[in-house]
Structures are given as C-alpha cells and as structure tokens.
C-alpha cells in the first residue's frame, strides 16, 4: 500500500457519459499530481494541484477538470466520454512541489464502451 | 512534443545479465531525473533518482549513470532477476518547480 488511495479502480461507462475518479494522497503531501496513461502515449501529466490550488496543467482536454478540496483529496472529472478516453488514470502525491518524487496509487482503469 | 526519449521499448536479458535502459531529455533546466518500476496492475513506484551534480548514483543492483553534456541519462540493473520483469520509466523536472515527464516506458522481461 503506498499510501495513495484511487476509487474506483475499475469503471466501465458508455460513451457520451461523465465519471469522477477519486484520489486521497498520502497523509501529510500537499500535492496531487494526474497522470493519465495508456499503452502507446505511457505517462501523459494531465494536471496538478497545490494544497487546493491548480497549480500546472498539461496535455488535459476541456472536457476534463480537476479539483482539489480542503481535506486534500481531489476528484478528476471526466464528461462527455468518447472511446479514447479509455486508459489507466493515476494520481500521485508529494510531500513538497515534487522534489522528493512522487508516491503514485493503484490507478482506476476507465473503459469507455 | 516528447521531452523525454526513451529507449527501448523492449528488453529481454538473461537471468545473471545486466539490463540497460536509456532516456534523453531535451530541456537543458531540468535538474530531477528519477527512475520509476511499475508492475502490472500496480501504479510506478520511485526506484532511484539523481541530480545533475553527480554523474552516478547507486543503489543496491540499480546505477543510474547521468551525462549532463550528451543530456542523457541510463539505468543499469546488474545480475538481473526474474522478479526484475516490470515497466521502468524515465522521468524529468525542474524539482519542486515543474511536474516530472515521463518516457514512454521499457517493458523488460528478464528470462531464466
């Protein structure tokens, strides 16, 4: 157990439909870090929060958000789904900016059918 | 645009042999360059990591080796195990400044 923890870890949604993946960093880091991750992209840094402000943001499209509320857990929402949004999103947290490196968790695996 | 090459795709060594892997990056401010493994059904997990002061850095089996002029950087698993069968990544950032980059992954198969 690392210590982050991602509900659900498997979703299976039609397309056209919304979803909310769930992430509790590892007690004590300020920092949750989405990564999205699929067989020929690998790890594609979707956006990251800080202590519940956004603070970068990558390769994520407008139909996602993400935010971060006050007990520091953070929701990744992903709507109007197509079938290429299917892949293994993870989160991951750390305990300053990033300069420790990341603690990741198990990932939810999102089917889009 | 891929900031962090990695290569190769695939590897399969020999049980007892030395696993090689190797990245390069192209953004000269990096200063944060770890390694993660990461099993299936599992998210990757930190493995060693170096900083561009040191040109090798060891840790049990695994060394990362840093070329900050050729701005390249390998990891290197010696007597390579069965157990040792995972995704390793590449990553880089300006630590505590940017979110790591990752490469697209190594899929080693280390065979007995």
């Known amino acids: 157990d690392s210590g982050v923890t991602q509900t659900p870890k498997h979703l299976i949604t039609a397309t056209g439909q919304r979803v909310t993946l769930r992430c509790s960093p590892r007690?004590?880091?300020?920092?949750v870090y989405w990564y999205q991750q699929s067989l020929d992209q690998g790890l594609q840094f979707l956006i990251q929060?800080?202590?519940?402000?956004?603070?970068a943001k990558g390769n994520i499209l407008e139909r996602f958000s993400a935010q971060q509320f006050p007990d520091l857990h953070s929701e990744l929402n992903l709507s109007s789904l197509e079938l290429g949004d299917s892949a293994l999103y993870f989160c991951?947290?750390?305990?300053?900016?990033?300069?420790?490196?990341?603690?990741f968790g198990s990932g939810t695996r999102l089917t889009v059918v | 645009q891929q900031q962090v090459k990695q290569s190769p795709q695939s590897l399969i060594v020999q049980k007892g042999g030395i696993s090689i892997i190797n990245c390069a990056y192209e953004n000269t401010a990096f200063d944060y360059f770890p390694w993660y493994q990461q099993f299936p059904g599992k998210g990757p997990a930190l493995l060693i990591a170096i900083r561009p002061d040191v040109s090798e850095k060891k840790e049990g089996r695994f060394t990362i080796s840093f070329n900050k002029s050729a701005k390249q950087f390998s990891l290197h698993i010696m007597d390579s195990q069965p157990g040792d069968s995972a995704t390793y990544f590449c990553?880089?950032?300006?630590?505590?400044?940017?979110?790591?980059?990752f490469g697209k992954g190594t899929r080693l198969s280390v065979i007995a």
């Open positions: 007690s004590g880091d300020l920092s």
């Open positions: 929060y800080y202590n519940g402000e956004e603070r």
């Open positions: 990553a880089a950032s300006i630590a505590g400044n940017t979110p790591l980059v």
């Open positions: 991951a947290s750390s305990d300053t900016q990033g300069a420790g490196g990341y603690t």
